[in-house]
């Protein structure tokens, strides 16, 4: 008896620790679809790192949204948002999330077919930070602009791929596992 309360709480406890590492340090995104290659294919998992740019805290109706440690996005980065319209895919906590390139930083100069375009913050007196980025794999395709508070983190690695529609035996792309890419 003694035994088997010690196995269930011990992975009580790692299912807990899984769970607050997934939520504070890094979460798997999951690519749907192909409008992300030649970068992602549909079946990959992404992991992303929630601490890149800072721990985010708050940013709900309770606790204003700030982050500690706080570094900056760089032009290029790839990075998990969550997604302002509510389109696409979900994080752990059920919130559409977006993988997209940085192309512009904020408070600079941007410009467009007809005229130019100021990317809001750091130079100006806009409350917040923006960011001007694309998704990833269609270079000037479909520009966003997203506030900072929606950043989630710096996606680094797909951890693992799996053909979509294939079984559980078949379908899995290895040459893909762990792959880091730019």
Not at 36 to 51: E, I, K, S, T
Not at 98 to 112: A, D, K, M, T
Request: one cysteine or more.
């Amino acid at each position: 008896m003694r035994n088997s309360l010690k196995t269930i709480l011990a992975l009580a406890v790692a299912i807990v620790l899984m769970l607050l590492i997934r939520a504070t340090v890094v979460t798997i995104v999951s690519v749907e679809g192909e409008g992300l290659q030649p970068v992602f294919m549909a079946g990959d998992r992404v992991m992303v790192n929630r601490w890149s740019y800072g721990l985010r805290v708050g940013g709900n109706r309770f606790i204003s949204y700030s982050r500690l440690w706080r570094d900056e996005v760089q032009r290029g980065d790839i990075v998990a948002v969550n997604d302002p319209q509510d389109t696409l895919q979900t994080d752990i906590a059920g919130r559409p999330v977006l993988l997209l390139r940085c192309r512009h930083l904020p408070g600079e100069s941007v410009n467009l077919a007809d005229g130019n375009l100021q990317v809001p913050g750091r130079l100006t007196c806009a409350d917040q930070d923006y960011y001007l980025m694309e998704p990833v794999g269609r270079e000037g395709e479909g520009l966003l602009v997203i506030p900072e508070d929606h950043i989630i983190g710096r996606a680094f690695l797909i951890a693992y791929s799996h053909e979509p529609g294939q079984s559980l035996w078949d379908g899995w792309r290895t040459d893909r596992f762990f792959a880091y890419f730019q």
